[in-house]
């Protein structure tokens, strides 16, 4: 008996696109943390490319696919007239700053202004990249610093701000704010997918959250 048809019986999915955007000083390694995420080769072409990073979440008894989209500008610095149209309906940010570079650490409450200022509270992920530059670098940003100021990002906030401290270069994840699990707590996460997941947990509470 082959006749019902069985597609009636799956779990019904739903897409949805949440828009991500990447923002941070120039120089930070915006795009080069694009290109780690993304594993090698290019994002696209244009003033703005984007990655996008699929996942599937549970809400109630459904499941639905969720796919991050995650926007950056290239060169920002030339596009400046476009930052109304880039924050259109973003439902989260990413903001990257240099560990190495103090003014850039400075520059995080400006972008929460600008993004907030825009798109109201949406959730921020900051990360601090150049992690492998830290022995070599006495200007460096100290993470007590950075948990500081986040803490007063989270406050009386629906979701909290997240802090991941990486080298997009060398693709290192050396500190995640979140709890993982204990195999994911390794210092130099070896794969792109591993890479990826503290970004991929980042999402799925975005997505549970719209
Ligand atoms: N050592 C080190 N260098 C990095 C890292 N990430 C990026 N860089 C270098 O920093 C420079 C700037 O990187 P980009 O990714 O172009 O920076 P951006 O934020 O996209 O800059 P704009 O597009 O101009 O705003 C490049 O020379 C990168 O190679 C890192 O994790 N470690
Ligand atoms: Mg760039």
Known sequence: MESVNKTDFKPRIEENYLKIVLVGDSNVGKTTLLNAL???????????????????????????????????????????????????NAKGAIIVFDITDKNSFKSLTKWRDIIWGHVGNIPLLVCGNKTDLKNSNEEQVFQQEVLALIKSFSKNRAMKTTYIELSAEKRIIAYTAEKMKKSQLKDIYPTIDAFRDPFVHWIKGLAKKT
Do not use: A, W
């Not at 060169?75 to 930052?83: G, T």
């Open 38 to 88: 993304v594993g090698s080769g290019e994002t696209g072409r244009g003033y703005s490319v984007s990655l996008e990073i699929p996942i599937e979440i549970k809400k109630g008894d459904k499941k639905e696919l969720v796919v991050g989209r995650i926007y950056d500008l290239r060169s920002q610095r030339y596009f400046p007239f476009l930052h109304s149209l880039y924050y259109n």
